[in-house]
């Protein structure tokens, strides 16, 4: 014997559509998620653009580092020939060079200290800061050093 339950048209109609507290929770999750999402984009968007003048103040930082190890230092000749001094390489600001759009340019400043090791062998280090600012967070520095002796 088999008994088959009776079902009206009103007790179907509340089996089958979703409560209030559903769409609630759903709007909640939904709304964390794209939360979230927006939130990551725009920090990978910041540190790109970070990244980028980064990379512009190591370039403007490596120029003068090269600029340094091409000056003529010859201890052979008479008198000796030394260009590689602190009075030849200054203070420099210079414009990084990021992808600007409108009037917005970020000047940056190298500092290159150039200090006697030895002098015998002669020896020089040479040091090249690169200070520049970004967008409200600070200053940052880009810092290269290297040694030279003198050419021969």
Sequence with gaps: MKFRKQTTPASRRRRTGITI??????????G???GAIVTGYVMSAKRAEWSAYSLA???LAMQRLEQCRAAKWDVLTTPITDELTMATFGEQVSELD??????NITYATNFTTIT?????????????DCVWPFKGQGIF?????TYRAPDQ
């Design 141 to 145: 520095t880009n810092t290269m050093i």
């Design 57 to 59: 103040a190591n370039s």
């Design 32 to 34: 964390i998620s794209f």
């Design 98 to 103: 990021v992808p600007v759009s409108g009037g």
């Design 116 to 128: 006697s090791i030895s002098t015998d062998p002669p020896l020089k280090m040479i040091r090249v």
């Design 21 to 30: 507290v559903e769409v609630v929770f759903s709007l909640a999750i939904m």
